[in-house]
């Protein structure tokens, strides 16, 4: 319990005794000028309604304000979660772009990289036919120079050499 709320009943409590305590006073009939005309009442029954009427209204407009109070914190509320979910979604949304094009941005590389292996292995293979080219022509010129050596110096030549010219 507030302290305010408790002062306000312990007030009460003190109010209640007090007029307990002197209710013959209270109710005892006393002239009253209404401005336009007098009349007899008790004064303090008066005030006492009064008093009872004045917190009546004040508890009213507390439960009103209250009331208010809850239903605006509720209707925020329920704006924020629709803005969270929005939010949410957006981000979601983001994601699945971010995510298409990632993988697009890869298909694109495998695409890339499947082209630079072709072209790399058609070069390589056309340089490892150069390369038996090459050492094809380099053996038979050695042949050649070999050949031509041993005839100069008079040796016979080898079957399968005679066979190859």
């Known amino acids: 319990m507030k302290l305010s709320s408790a002062a306000l009943g312990l007030l009460a409590l003190v109010l209640a ?3 307990a305590v002197n209710w013959s006073a209270f109710t005892s009939p006393t002239q009253l000028s209404l401005i336009v005309t007098s009349v007899q009442a008790p004064l303090g029954v008066l005030m006492l309604f009064f008093t009872g009427a004045i ?3 004040f508890l009213a407009l507390v439960v009103y304000l209250q009331a208010s109070a809850a239903l605006e914190a509720r209707r925020v509320g329920k704006e924020l979660k629709m803005q969270r979910d929005l939010a949410d979604r957006a981000e979601a949304s983001r994601f699945t772009e971010l995510r298409a094009f990632v993988s697009q941005e890869l298909a694109g590389l495998r695409a890339l990289s499947a082209d630079s292996d072709a072209r790399l292995a058609s070069r390589l293979e056309a340089t490892e036919r150069a390369l038996r080219t090459d050492i ?4 038979n010129t050695l042949a050649a120079y070999i050949g031509e050596l041993e005839h100069r110096l008079g040796l016979p030549l080898p079957d399968d050499a005679a066979d190859r010219r």
């Open 136 to 139: 094809e022509h380099a053996g």
């Open 55 to 57: 917190t009546v209204a």
């Open 17 to 19: 005794v007090f007029t």
